[in-house]
Nanobody, 121 residues
Framework: QVQLVESGGGLAQPGGSLRLSCAAP????????MTWARQVPGKGVEWVSSINGDGSVTWYADSVKGRFTISRDNAKNTVYLQMNSLKPEDTALYYC??????????????WGQGTQVTVSS
């Protein structure tokens, strides 16, 4: 069934870049919006970015606009998050999440295990 597997996290310096990937087998991938969210210990989950089912519309949190880019390759059942100009405050555990509809509605039904991103000099 549905299993979301994130990868690509690691250590980056401020101003650097990382590209996160999320493999999403087990469902008709192109029918659903996908979301990236992140969490810092002791804080709640922060929504980062979403993309609708066919990739035609994207949404970004104000904190990452102009720096992060979400994309998807429906032929590969994979969603990506390109993170540029990284800041220390981007340090978090990043989760890939499946939404419940074709459009971004903030309703999620599956989460991956997360991939750690650490931004530090």
């Amino acid at each position: 069934q549905v299993q979301l597997v994130e990868s690509g996290g690691g250590l980056a310096q401020p101003g650097g870049s990382l590209r996160l990937s999320c493999a999403a087998p087990g469902f008709t991938f192109s029918h659903y919006a996908m979301t990236w969210a992140r969490q810092v210990p002791g804080k709640g989950v922060e929504w980062v970015s979403s993309i609708n089912g066919d990739g035609s519309v994207t949404w970004y949190a104000d904190s990452v606009k102009g720096r992060f880019t979400i994309s998807r390759d429906n032929a590969k059942n994979t969603v990506y998050l390109q993170m540029n100009s990284l800041k220390p405050e981007d340090t978090a555990l990043y989760y890939c999440t499946k939404e419940k509809s074709f459009y971004h509605t903030n309703e999620y039904d599956y989460w991956g295990q997360g991939t750690q991103v650490t931004v530090s000099s």
